[in-house]
């Protein structure tokens, strides 16, 4: 039984940060496809950043990159996302995907992604 499980979300002014974790069961983060996605009010899913296995390269929508870092430690079985000079338009709810043995890698796209939590909310305000 594979389980995501999200934290570190919260309230933030403009510019500041926060760190996102996703702790996993069932399935090992190095070894599969995982990406993080958010979702603001009536908007739809959309693809932050992802990270691959067999060498770990990283993508980012183009509005997070330099500001956001997506990362996996082996050690905890987590994958983080290191988010800085947040704006207000980073406010959705984000969620953590993985591909694992049921999907496929998509990148920034959502369909491939089998395993999904059940996310936690960022609020930037202004």
């Known amino acids: 039984q594979v389980q995501l499980v999200e934290s570190g979300g919260g309230s933030v002014q403009a510019g500041g940060s926060l760190r996102l974790s996703c702790a996993a069961s069932?399935?090992?983060?190095?070894?599969?496809?995982m990406g993080w996605f958010r979702q603001a009010p009536g908007k739809e899913r959309e693809g932050v950043a992802v990270i691959y296995t067999r060498g770990g390269s990283t993508y980012y929508t183009d509005s997070v990159k330099g500001r956001f870092t997506i990362s996996q430690a082996n050690a905890k079985n987590t994958m983080t996302l290191q988010m800085n000079s947040l704006r207000p338009e980073d406010t959705a709810m984000y969620y953590c995907a993985a591909a694992g043995r049921g999907g496929y890698c998509s990148g920034l796209l959502t369909g491939g992604y089998f395993y999904w939590g059940q996310g936690t909310q960022v609020t930037v305000s202004s």
């Open positions: 069932g399935l090992t983060v190095t070894s599969s496809c």
